[in-house]
């Protein structure tokens, strides 16, 4: 284990570095873009932007790093989102922050991608799982840790050349390692029609996540605004969300072993219902009750993604690559366009995320319900749970030869 470990140590800190300054910049841009007086529509806009962005990258990063490698790419992916980063400092167009938005989710969906493939490179299957969990912590951390960086006494410009600043730091560490290259990142196989065939709630619960979460990450430091929380807050208040995230995975996952995953999917739904739409009528809410509420709505929204990839794995004979193409561009359809409906609601009312979320997930529940009355599910094909992060789908090829090995 210390061998492979020392193997991926300069790209788990490269990891690090690059996520604080990715956390801090995904709450610093809606912050920064209603300072300026835009509208929630506007900021929105933006935020559909940035998960357009990263669908592109999904399927045009694979056939780059095949020319040109994973270490080239790597600095071409960081330089690129540093570059789309400082543009939002010199201009205040919102048609070039689309586009500065748009290159960074291209830039982030490249790296998740060459980091994944190049975590599986590394890693035996004896010590896959573990490698994940330590890239699975490194990642909500830095993130959380990039959403308190809001809170220093610098103006929004300052922030955005610190966020700079971290991400050519990250290159650093792989910039200077050794390693030799990994072996080209898989092409998407795109079987939309059979995963639906075979399952449903996972390819409509992944559609579901992306509505409700990118909703979240593009306008929910407006949102706590709105609660007329001070920058420090707002960081508290996105960061919960992440850690309610973080530790409902688990827990979640493996209760979904023991049962139908569409009962738990059905379940946090309807939870997320209560507390979103009991988070709307929060008008003179505490901070301490704020971030309670953001804590559960982590917990009954992140972890969506990861138990839908898990139900559809159930219920078909796919490669677990091809399934997770499938729940991951889903989920990035439904990203593009929640942002868009929640910007529209929070122009008759700041809490229009929860009021958003909690329909679309009382929808969900109903619907979800009368599919485990009327279908029953046979676990044909079924496989434990894996946290697996919501990034890109590169990380289930961390997974796919352990599972491998499991069936032999």
Not at 247 to 272: N, W
């Amino acid at each position: 284990m210390t061998n492979v470990l020392a193997s991926v140590t300069a790209l788990l800190v490269s990891v690090a570095i690059l996520l604080v300054g990715h956390g801090l910049q995904l709450t610093l841009a809606p912050m920064y873009a209603d300072s300026l007086g835009w509208t929630a529509q506007e900021i929105g806009y933006t935020g559909s932007a940035y998960f357009g962005g990263f669908v592109v990258g999904c399927l045009v990063v694979p056939t780059l790093v095949a020319r040109v490698g994973h270490i080239r790419m790597f600095a071409v992916l960081a330089s690129t989102a540093t570059a789309a980063l400082l543009l939002l400092g010199l201009f205040e167009s919102v048609v070039i922050w689309m586009i500065a938005r748009g290159m960074t989710g291209l830039a982030f969906a490249g790296l998740y991608m060459v980091i994944e493939s190049w975590l599986n490179e590394r890693t035996t299957s004896q010590h896959r799982a573990t490698v994940l969990s330590i890239y699975v912590i490194i990642t909500l951390i830095a993130i959380c840790g990039g959403q308190l960086l809001v809170g220093l006494q610098l103006d929004f410009r300052g922030l955005i050349m610190l966020s700079a600043i971290l991400l050519v730091v990250g290159m650093i560490p792989v910039g200077l390692t050794r390693s030799v290259a990994p072996a080209p990142i898989p092409a998407i196989s795109f079987k939309f029609r059979e995963v639906y065939r075979a399952s449903h709630v996972a390819v409509v619960g992944a559609f579901v996540g992306g509505l409700v979460t990118a909703g979240f990450w593009s306008l929910g430091p407006v949102v706590a605004k709105g609660f007329e929380l001070d920058a420090a807050g707002v960081g508290v208040f996105m960061a919960s969300a992440i850690f309610g995230g973080a530790v409902a995975q688990l827990p979640l996952g493996r209760l979904s072993d023991r049962m139908d995953r569409r009962v738990v999917l059905a379940a946090i739904a309807m939870t997320g219902m209560v507390v979103n739409l009991g988070a709307f009528f929060l008008v003179d809410a505490s901070r301490d009750l704020l971030y309670i509420v953001m804590f559960l709505y982590g917990g009954v929204t992140f972890p969506i993604y990861s138990l839908c990839l898990a139900h559809a794995n159930d219920n078909t004979d796919l490669q677990l690559m091809e399934i997770a193409s499938v729940i991951l561009m889903t989920q990035s359809v439904g990203a593009v366009v929640g942002p868009l409906v929640v910007a529209a609601l929070m122009a008759y009312s700041s809490s229009g995320l929860f009021l958003f979320a909690g329909v679309v997930l009382a929808i969900f529940t109903v619907w979800t319900l009368w599919r485990i009355r009327a279908h029953e599910t046979e676990r044909a094909y079924f496989e434990p749970y894996h946290g697996v992060p919501r990034t890109t789908h590169a990380a289930t090829e961390i997974y796919a030869p352990e599972l491998s090995d499991t069936e032999m």
